[in-house]
Every structure is written in structure tokens, then in C-alpha cells.
T-cell receptor, first 113, second 110 residues
Framework: DAGVIQSPRHEVTEMGQEVTLRCKPI?????LFWYRQTMMRGLELLIY????????DSGMPEDRFSAKMPNASFSTLKIQPSEPRDSAVYFC???????????FGQGTRLTVV | EDQVTQSPEALRLQEGESSSLNCSYT??????LFWYRQDPGKGPEFLFT???AGEEKEKERLKATLTKKESFLHITAPKPEDSATYLC???????????FGTGTQLKVEL
């Protein structure tokens, strides 16, 4: 398996624009997570899905952020409108059922100017 | 609220100089403690999972141990390629989400 695949790897956008980040989890993994990493706050969980259903979105910073998982092989994280403080590296991760290790993608580095 | 604290924030070692990284945690119902390695510009890479106090796991020059309050990542005779940020995370009874510490940035010099 190619691992967790995220796209794009880098995104530069202007404040106020809509940004969509994409993730393909490892086949057979039924848990999917979106994390955000910054120097100040480290890795923070934004939302996670189990079997395509959102389970916990308490980490989503505000209504500008939304996430979907239309099927087992694809998820999106959308920011609309984007703001400079959203600049960070966004990671997607997936894992098998149970308290097992999560496998991370390479991340999307988002810069909002 | 679950809390994970890692120390030191940064560590510089000479090649071959063994040391330990610490991860202390305050959680309600630990389900698993995870160690990850992260290289610059990459996603975290899984190293170990520990589930109960007293458990130990080894991989090459790394050994992870767990007590009821903390975990240690022991690095024996490190090499420059061990340079990375090491992250500790806990999974608790509230779900499968991971709460991460802020990491220890390790640099191993020749």
C-alpha cells in the first residue's frame, strides 16, 4: 500500500479564499483523523471519522472549518474563508479498528497570506 | 483534560552517548501510549505502542518503557541518523483520538 496520501503538499492562498485539503487513507483502515501542526501548539486533533461517520469534531476551531468523508477512500478538509492564522501543516492519519497505531500522511503545508 | 508533557524540549548528544527522553501523562483511562518519530517536512512515523505499566518494547537502538505516570524512550549509542523530533501521544477511553506532547527535538552529532 502507498500509505496515506494527501494533496496538495503545499498550498499558498490569499486571505478570504476557500481551501480544500484532500486525503486518501490506507485501504481497510476505518478510522480517519485530521490533525493540525504548528510551532506554538504542536499536533492538535481537529476531527476524526469512523466508518465514514464523524465521531468527534470538538477540535475544529470554528465554523470556517468543515470536513467530509463521502466514502471509505476519500476525505476533505475545507476552510472557508481562510485566514492567516490558519497557516499550519495539516496531517491526515488512518488506522485499523481498536487502539492501534495511526499512520500519517506527508501533510499539506498551508500558507494564507 | 488529558495532558502529555515531554522533556527535554531539545537534546544534543554525541554519537554513542546514550540518553533517555521522558513523556509524563495525566489522563483518565489510558488505552495506549504511542511513540512517533518525525523528520523535518514529513509526517510522524510510528515507533512503538505500550498498553500497560511495566511493558517494554525495543527496536534497534530504541527502547520504550511505561509506568503508570510516564514513559521513557531510551536511546542507546545513538547515530546521526537518529536525529529527529520524537513525539509521545496517548489514547484514552474517550475515543480513538490521540493527544500529543510537544516533542523532543534530538540532534546527534559526530
Amino acid at each position: 500500500d502507498a500509505g496515506v496520501i494527501q494533496s496538495p503538499r503545499h498550498e499558498v492562498t490569499e486571505m478570504g479564499q476557500e481551501v480544500t485539503l484532500r486525503c486518501k487513507p490506507i485501504s481497510g483502515h476505518d478510522y480517519l483523523f485530521w490533525y493540525r501542526q504548528t510551532m506554538m501548539r504542536g499536533l492538535e486533533l481537529l476531527i476524526y471519522f469512523n466508518n465514514n461517520v464523524p465521531i468527534d469534531d470538538s477540535g475544529m476551531p470554528e465554523d470556517r472549518f468543515s470536513a467530509k468523508m463521502p466514502n471509505a477512500s476519500f476525505s476533505t478538509l475545507k476552510i472557508q474563508p481562510s485566514e492567516p492564522r490558519d497557516s499550519a501543516v495539516y496531517f491526515c492519519a488512518s488506522h485499523l479498528p481498536g487502539y492501534t497505531e495511526a499512520f500519517f500522511g506527508q501533510g499539506t503545508r498551508l500558507t494564507v497570506v | 483534560e488529558d495532558q502529555v508533557t515531554q522533556s527535554p524540549e531539545a537534546l544534543r548528544l554525541q554519537e554513542g552517548e546514550s540518553s533517555s527522553l521522558n513523556c509524563s501523562y495525566t489522563v483518565s483511562g489510558l488505552r495506549g501510549l504511542f511513540w512517533y518519530r518525525q523528520d523535518p517536512g514529513k509526517g510522524p512515523e510510528f515507533l512503538f505502542t505500550l498498553y500497560s505499566a511495566g511493558e517494554e518494547k525495543e527496536k534497534e537502538r530504541l527502547k520504550a518503557t511505561l509506568t503508570k505516570k510516564e514513559s521513557f524512550l531510551h536511546i542507546t549509542a545513538p547515530k546521526p541518523e537518529d536525529s529527529a523530533t520524537y513525539l509521545c501521544a496517548v489514547s484514552t477511553g474517550g475515543g480513538n483520538k490521540l493527544t500529543f506532547g510537544t516533542g523532543t527535538q534530538l540532534k546527534v552529532e559526530l
